[in-house]
């Protein structure tokens, strides 16, 4: 399928035109193979990514602030990393990070834009996750990728999100946020908060729970978690 003609699409359409690629990818029976297709079809264009901000996460960036965290001696996972902003931002803070993603693509991209980087960036299934990995990382951030999968695998994505963090470590997940007014939706599909509760069931204490608005949509609701590892 062809996302794209132009570089100032906006981004209600991107997004519109990503769903339909999805959609047509998980009729299929492949719920993530759309990923591949969507950046080999940017073909090198970030403004194609409706997700890719060129910048880290403004919301991992003000927990990082708020929180004066810093990551000497402790390993970081970046789950779904895209083009790495995310990554480069946490290997600045002292981290030793890994970001993985199942686009190839995605992965040489994010090499090319840092070369000189830090990161060891690898191309991975969250489904089919490296046993080298598991209850490994000090810090995982989840951004977006859960409710870029459909509620059909959501409590497995969860548990294998879960897997990845080391004993006592933590897991910040930033994800859009279900209203209580909505109705059923589309991609991205909304988490209900009663969904999340999933991570207490695998042994993590919820240290805080944001609830707040979209800083530049406030038509969406975002959600920001921070869980500890205490099993």
Known sequence: MRILTDNI?????????????????????????????????????PKIIPWADQQPKRYLIEWLDKNNIQGEGKRAMVIGCGLGDDC?????????????????????????????????????????????????????FECYTIQALPRSVRSDVISKVASLVAPNGELLVVCRGWRDDQKEDNLPWALKREELQQFKTLGFSEISFEDFLDYDDPERKRFRVLYKRTD
Do not use: C, H
């Open 9 to 45: 699409m906006p981004l209600t359409k991107l997004i519109a035109d990503t769903g339909k690629l999805a959609e047509a990818s998980i009729a299929k029976g492949d719920v993530t193979g759309w990923f591949e297709e969507l950046y080999v079809a940017a073909s090198g264009d």
């Open 88 to 140: 480069e931002e946490l290997e600045r803070r002292g981290f030793d990070v890994t970001g993985f993603d199942i686009s190839p693509t995605a992965i040489e991209w994010a090499k090319q834009r840092s070369p000189n980087s830090k990161v060891d960036y690898q191309v991975a299934d969250l489904f089919k996750l490296p046993n080298a990995w598991l209850g490994t990382f000090d810090f995982v």
